[in-house]
């Protein structure tokens, strides 16, 4: 992998899938129970996998966007702190502006992603987003900031179920 992508992988986590499957999880498991059945035509099924499909990929896209919003808030806390100081922002391997433009291109891919789904679908993603934003923020003001983090990482079941 070229050394200038290297940074970039880091910033969006995406050396770090465990994040990306805490937020595909619960989107699969409702589509999976709100959408499939056995019996429905073979049309049904491949429309269920495309759905499938395209959660996966949101959940890519969208995690990482998550992840740089959240270095760029705490860029100089993350600087401060041993185990976040190598990250691509506080180290300084990555400008505030590069890393917005990359956050900007993976919201964007999101954004296609998101509008292949139906119109209730699409308000409820597009909703996720303030929760995304009010993380970063809660952790200056609560000493719970992860129950923020947890209704942010299940609100794809509710992407799923309407889907």
Known sequence: MPSAIRPYIRLARFDRPIGTWLVLFPGWWS???AGFDPLDEPERHIYIFWLFLLF???????????CILNDVFD??????VAR??????????ISII?????????SLLGLVILIQFNFFAIIIGASSLLVVLVYPLMKRITHWPQL????????????????
């Open 75 to 80: 860029k100089d806390y993350d600087s401060k």
């Open 98 to 106: 590069r890393a917005l433009v990359f956050m900007a291109f993976l």
């Open 148 to 163: 923020i983090l947890g209704i942010a990482f299940n609100w794809g079941a509710l992407l799923g179920w309407a889907a």
């Open 56 to 66: 996966a990929l949101g959940a890519i896209v969208m995690r990482g966007a998550g």
């Open 84 to 93: 976040t100081s190598d990250r691509p922002l506080p180290s300084g391997e």
């Open 31 to 33: 589509l999976l129970f």
